[in-house]
């Protein structure tokens, strides 16, 4: 992938041992949206739905006292808690380590966390760092599948997934129907802070792949025109209802006031101009869906009357993390008979 | 010491402007003859036989960080000048930024003193302010006649029009160039990489092109102040401060520049999975940025190539990217990068160069005697084969530490020995 490229082509590894960060990644990994070939997404969300319906008890023995540990460096409520769903539904056993109350307080590495967490007998990592690009250091010290729960400014895979999984239902698109076009016919707006979004980089980066025009929305403070240029399919939109207009689904976003730093905003003018309203939605776009990774600060980028109104799919979006989450754990710790990793 | 004669070899010095085959004797450290192949009759000399190899002046690296005092975890200054020496170097110009920072005649000479065990001569740079705060100067005369070469608060550069303005006038009356840092430091707080659009994917903050050709462009606007002064431009990465030195430099005013090896050889690309190996200050830039900097390495406006090595420990880089600290190491790499990327890429002359590792760079910090060869002149050489193809591994490296980007990479054109003051430094 592009990433990878450098202006001379690094010849072929000679040396016996690889340095640190040539080291591979986990194919079971789930680190960035980019990863997912078509192919594989549609297998993700059909796995999905096939955990979902499952009879709980055939399911929990499908990772049976496998060991799961959460690494968490962040706050969250949605993410964490449905990963852990995810994994006890499978059988798994779960351990959580949060920074506050772990070594991690007393200095200890990301390097050396993951190390301990390996010795333990952990055989795949849920990771949400401040840092971004975190969850490679973490796969590359531990050769464990890493699952990326939010990474800095980076990415949030598994929400674009459970995001995704959302609007194919309200869609109402079957997930064996995933296809580079499936999404030919829908635009998604997100709108709001893109700048430190991790869910907007990763779904901006899916969502084209499946056929679907991305609009991004926000003053140029929270999204700069750089934006645009991640990834052919997107396109910038500055005018909040001229993006209403022309959206099927609408994805706001939180202004992220732990990562503004120094950035200053009108949060008067910003509400005027970028919130999303019962008036404005019902006179721009009635139909489309509305949707909120969360966490939801209502008052600010979406009125109570919206997030909790008849378009929002805010509730739908949460009950997919476990179902999503559960194929992602399938896939990273190996083939079972259904479900599996192909 | 035994008198060493240097057969077959062809001679490359581009400060003297030849370019022959020739022999040369080394005795009591100097050059005692330079003449026609087989002319020198030397009877107990020591012979290395130069078929087929290269003989230059000693390259000089005019930006290096050897850790000393106070960071030997990281590099000391034996090992430092002993990686230098594989890489074909016989001077190093060591920045201040240490523990403590440089900003003494006392540390500046214990720099220099024998018990460092340089493996070849360290000058070092001294700061420009007092702990490098920005606030006060350092006392430049007393500096000076402790050997430093040059005043810097690299990597902390002088952000105060005023206090600029008192460094450049100080330097002056001294004949020191200030060297600057260029960095806006106010526009790159909590930044890591390039600003564009990678940085953005990336999701980490980019330090914009701006904060570098923004700095360069005041101090210039501060040099014609100042008359006689000379800036020189530590590590420029973006074509607009190079813009800024090239019209500069047409309006008369001495102003000088370097550039390292890894931003005409690499691009921002190269962080790939947020390799931190690929992290430095200034960062890696676009295309366009590295286009620029061959350009200006080939049409001369860029006066030296310095490679700004900067050694860290292995638990330091392997880190978040946010998290690690700036800097590669280079000496090991500049002069396989420069011969692969400008000779062999960009067909520039084998002198010209040389010239960018010798001649020029001791110009632009008027390093007197050194660079160049003649009869009577420091016996510092370098003996290289240009076409010779090897593999750089980071784990052979003489420098303790191993962060480099160019780990694994084919080079061209390996060091066979470097000689200085007539004994040998590095022989392979």
Redesign the interface.
């Given at each position: 992938m592009?990433?990878?490229?450098?202006?001379?082509r690094?010849?072929?590894?000679?040396?016996s041992?690889?340095?640190?960060?040539?080291q591979p990644?986990h194919p079971g990994s789930a680190i960035s949206a980019s990863d997912f070939s078509v192919p594989e997404v549609r297998h993700i969300l059909e796995s999905a739905d096939v955990l979902e319906k499952e009879n709980a008890f055939r399911r929990a023995e499908r990772l049976a006292r496998r060991r799961v540990a959460l690494l968490f460096y962040e706050s969250s409520t949605r993410t964490r808690t449905s990963f852990e769903l995810a994994a006890k539904g499978l059988g798994a056993d779960t351990t959580l380590v949060s920074s506050l109350s772990s070594s991690i307080e007393k200095g200890e590495?990301?390097?050396d966390t993951g190390i301990t967490l390996k010795a333990l007998g952990a055989e795949c990592i849920i990771l949400r760092?401040p840092?971004?690009?975190?969850p490679?250091?973490l796969a590359q010290?531990t050769g464990l599948p890493v699952l990326n729960a939010g990474?800095?400014?980076?990415?949030h895979p598994s929400q674009a997934l459970l995001d995704l999984r959302t609007m194919l239902q309200f869609l109402e698109i079957p997930a064996r129907k995933i296809s580079d076009k499936v999404l030919r016919s829908v635009t998604v707006s997100i709108v709001g802070d893109i700048?430190h979004s991790?869910v907007a980089?990763s779904n901006a980066l899916l969502l084209p792949k499946l056929g679907a025009k991305v609009i991004l929305c926000g003053p140029p403070a929270l999204l700069?025109e750089?934006?645009a240029?991640?990834?052919p399919g997107l396109m910038i939109e500055r005018d909040y209802d001229a993006a209403l207009r022309a959206s099927t689904i609408v994805m706001m976003l939180r202004i992220q006031a732990e990562r503004l730093?120094?950035l200053s905003i009108d949060l008067d003018d910003y509400r005027t101009r970028y919130q999303a309203r019962a008036d404005r939605i019902a006179a721009v776009a009635p139909k489309a869906l509305i949707m909120h990774p969360g966490p939801i600060i209502r008052g600010m980028e979406i009125t109570a009357e919206v997030a909790d109104g008849p378009q929002s799919g805010i509730a739908q979006q949460v009950h997919n993390g476990v179902p999503i989450r559960m194929a992602l754990l399938v896939r990273a710790l190996g083939a079972t008979k259904k479900g599996g990793r192909r | 010491m035994k008198p060493i004669l240097i057969r077959n070899g062809r001679l490359i010095d581009p400060g003297s402007n030849t370019d022959a085959p020739r022999d040369l004797l080394l005795h009591d450290g100097k050059v005692a003859a330079i003449e026609a192949p087989g002319k020198i009759k030397a009877t107990g000399a020591d012979v290395i036989d130069a078929k087929g190899l290269i003989v230059s002046p000693g390259l000089i690296d005019i930006h290096v960080h050897l850790r000393e005092p106070g960071q030997s975890y990281k590099e000391t200054i034996a090992t430092g000048t002993a990686a230098a020496a594989a890489g074909g170097f016989t001077t190093v110009c060591a920045m201040p930024n240490t523990t403590p920072v440089n900003d003494t005649p006392e540390i500046t000479r214990w720099m220099q003193s024998p018990e460092r065990g340089a493996a070849i001569h360290v000058l070092p740079i001294a700061a420009a302010t007092i702990g490098s705060d920005g606030e006060t100067l350092t006392n430049y005369s007393a500096l000076k006649d402790a050997g430093a070469i040059a005043v810097t608060d690299d990597g902390r550069p002088i952000l105060g029009d005023a206090i600029m303005l008192q460094a450049l006038r100080a330097a002056t009356q001294q004949g020191l160039p200030v060297i600057q840092h260029a960095e806006d430091t106010r526009l790159t707080?909590?930044c890591s990489m390039n600003a564009?659009?990678?940085a953005?994917?990336?999701?980490?903050?980019g330090i914009p092109v701006e904060a570098e050709s923004g700095l360069v462009e005041r101090d210039i606007a501060l040099v014609r102040q100042v008359p006689n002064a000379h800036l020189h431009v530590a590590h420029l990465s973006t074509k607009k401060a190079l813009d800024a030195v090239r019209a500069a430099r047409k309006a008369g005013l001495h102003v000088t520049c370097e550039v390292t090896p890894h931003h005409f050889?690499?691009?921002e690309?190269?962080?790939?999975?947020?390799?931190?190996?690929a992290k430095m200050n200034p960062p890696l830039r676009a295309?366009s940025d590295?286009a620029a900097m061959i350009e200006g390495l080939l049409d001369g406006t860029i006066d030296a190539i310095a490679t700004d090595h900067a050694p860290h420990a292995?638990?330091e880089?392997?880190?978040?990217?946010?998290?690690a600290p700036n800097g590669i190491t280079g000496l090991e790499t500049a002069l396989g990068l420069a011969l692969?990327?400008l000779h062999l890429q960009h067909k520039m002359p084998l002198a010209k160069v040389l010239a960018l590792l010798t001649a020029r760079p001791a110009q632009a910090l008027g390093l007197k005697g050194r660079g160049t060869l003649a009869v009577g002149s420091a016996a510092g050489l370098v003996l290289f084969d240009p076409s010779e193809k090897w593999?750089f591994?980071?784990?052979d490296s003489k420098s303790k530490a191993?962060n480099t980007p160019f780990?694994?990479?084919?080079l061209n054109g390996r060091v066979h020995a470097t000689i200085i003051e007539g004994r040998i430094a590095f022989r392979r």
């Open positions: 592009a990433l990878t490229r450098t202006a001379i690094k010849p072929p590894q000679k040396s041992a690889p340095s640190f960060f040539q990644i590495s990301l390097k760092s840092y971004s690009g975190a490679y250091l010290a990474d800095g400014m980076a990415e700048l991790r980089r700069p750089t934006a240029c991640m990834t730093a120094g | 707080g909590g564009g659009v990678l953005f994917r990336l999701g980490l903050r050889a690499l691009t690309e190269r962080i790939g999975h947020y390799d931190t190996n295309e590295r292995t638990h880089k392997e880190q978040e990217f946010d998290r692969r990327v593999t591994h980071a784990a191993k780990d694994g990479w084919d």
